[in-house]
């Protein structure tokens, strides 16, 4: 049975397609400043959540868009090296640096690295020359200020590019060239394909696929590599659920050349190349519309004291001010809005997309977790125990079958918790999507399959036709994807 052909019968993006219209110019900055009267307004509020996105501002069209995105694809493909490259490049990196990180690189026998080293920061990443803690930059272009995620590649690493991948917009995946990479990156068990079904799995909505290396002596700007490579991608993207002309772009660089990244690639080194460079197809990359006047939705994703308690997480819907009363869900503890950091830079608002930490009173660190969901009041999160989930089975262990009892690790926006299959309520035919009468006690790799999922504490979730990003999830077992799935039905008594 062909597992990817059928991941797409689980159509985890058609929540997307009903709601989101694509058009960049029209994309609004979701963070702007307020005016000193809408200040003094939001202080009087008690409940200010609903209204903060309402806050009118003549700064708001002048201000760029922003986007995260981020770096997926296989161990070693060039992810932190594309990623170093681009800081570089947007001029955030001086020659100093460069020379410093050479000679370390080279100390370390690790000559090659020395891009790498701009993203990955700490010691044992730059030993090993592998990253491990998702890295985050910030840099410009002409239309978008962007946040990188530079997630590892190694298999280990997964559940922290998950954790990469639920707080971006778009990917750039990275594909290696050079001879042999490409395949063993490529193959079953490699981390190309799992980490492009995570991140479609996850809400990465786009995709750019950079074939890296192409500066590599095996490949040397070859066009037939290049073809070879993108008509064997194309496939498998559209399997997971990919639209190819509208979600997909491809374009061929050198991440540590720094070829056509910033400008386009010259012809005396590419002569069939006619499309954009990375600067260009990232500037122009259309994203989801998001709706600055939804309940506010923040997933944490990490929480630290700081002249109060500190949480950080990327906004999935609503916006955030200065003075608001939220709740840190599922304990449902009031908290007040005491600052909103964006990047580097104090803000008094910000919008869905927003990458933030956020300074609260009324909470202690200690009482937090990451995956509690910072919440509007009038709306709060709902929480749950249980929740009935259309799951697609990718690749289960060997000898393991799929029924009730199995366990396996969740992990839903930034909640990873051990969780039980109680029920198998139906399999779906993935043909024609409709439920199969038969009674379903098991099933095998491929399947579709409707069931009820259990965790040992309150968790919270929604459900994927209400906000796709909070409803959407995957199941592993020893390290590894078994399944996606998307929530259905919450039990009636779980709305807070
Ligand atoms: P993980 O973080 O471990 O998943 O790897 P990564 O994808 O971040 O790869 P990294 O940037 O660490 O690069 C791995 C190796 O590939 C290094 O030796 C880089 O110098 C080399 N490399 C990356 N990009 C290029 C490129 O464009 N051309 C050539 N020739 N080598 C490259
Ligand atoms: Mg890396």
Not at 174 to 189: D, L, M, P
Not at 320 to 336: R, T
């Amino acid at each position: 049975m062909d597992i990817e052909a059928e991941i797409r019968a689980l159509q985890l993006d058609s929540a997307e397609d009903n709601n989101a219209t694509l058009i960049p110019e029209d994309a609004k900055p979701e963070e702007v400043e307020m005016t000193d009267k809408v200040e003094e307004e939001v202080k009087d509020k008690e409940v200010a959540d609903m209204d903060c996105a309402e806050v009118p501002d003549e700064m708001e069209s002048q201000k760029k868009r922003h986007l995260n995105v981020v770096f997926i694809g296989h161990v070693d493909a060039g992810k932190s090296t594309t990623g170093g490259q681009i800081l570089f490049l947007s001029g955030q990196v001086d020659d100093r640096t460069i020379q410093k990180y050479e000679k370390e690189a080279k100390d370390k026998s690790r000559e090659s690295w020395y891009m790498a080293y701009i993203m990955d920061t700490n010691e044992e990443e730059r030993v090993k020359g592998k990253t491990v803690e998702v890295g985050r930059a910030q840099f410009e272009t002409e239309t978008t200020r962007f946040t990188i995620l530079d997630a590892p590649g190694h298999k280990s690493y997964v559940p922290n590019m998950i954790s990469g991948a639920s707080q971006a917009d778009i990917g750039v995946l990275v594909i290696s060239a050079r001879k042999g990479e490409f395949e063993t990156g490529y193959e079953r068990g490699g981390q190309t394909r799992e980490h492009v079904q995570l991140a479609k799995t996850l809400g990465v909505s786009k995709l750019l696929v950079v074939v890296n290396k192409m500066d590599d002596h095996t490949v040397n700007w070859s066009k037939e590599r290049y073809d070879e490579i993108e008509s064997k991608i194309v496939p498998f993207l559209r399997s997971s659920g990919y639209n190819v002309k509208k979600d997909v772009q491809f374009l061929p660089i050198s991440g540590l050349v720094g070829t056509n990244m910033k400008t386009r690639v010259d012809k005396n080194i590419c002569p069939w190349w006619n499309g954009p460079c990375l600067f260009e197809a990232l500037d122009s990359v259309e994203v989801p519309v998001r709706d600055p006047k939804g309940s506010y939705r923040m997933p944490i994703i990490d929480k630290f004291k700081d002249m109060g308690t500190v949480v950080m997480g990327k906004v999935e819907s609503g916006s955030i001010c200065e003075g608001d009363s939220l709740l840190v869900m599922p304990n449902k503890a009031p908290v007040k809005v005491l600052a909103v950091y964006c990047d580097e830079d104090k803000v008094r608002r910000a919008g869905p997309g927003e990458n933030l930490r956020v300074r609260l009173s009324g909470i202690e660190e200690e009482d937090i977790s990451s995956g509690f969901v910072l919440s509007s009041v009038v709306k709060p999160i709902p929480t749950v125990t249980e929740f009935t989930a259309q799951l697609q089975i990718l690749e289960l262990l060997e000898n393991a079958i799929f029924t009730a009892g199995y366990k396996a690790v969740l992990h839903i926006h930034s909640v990873v918790e051990e969780c039980e299959i109680v029920e198998l309520l139906q399999q779906i035919d993935p043909k024609t999507k409709k439920p199969m009468k038969k009674k379903v006690l098991f099933v095998k790799n491929g399947a579709v399959v409707v069931c009820r999922i259990q965790v040992n504490s309150l968790i919270c979730v929604e459900k994927f036709s209400d906000f796709p990003q909070l409803g959407r999830f995957t199941l592993r077992t020893e390290g590894k994807t078994i399944a996606v799935g998307k929530v259905t039905d919450l039990p009636s008594r779980s709305s807070a």
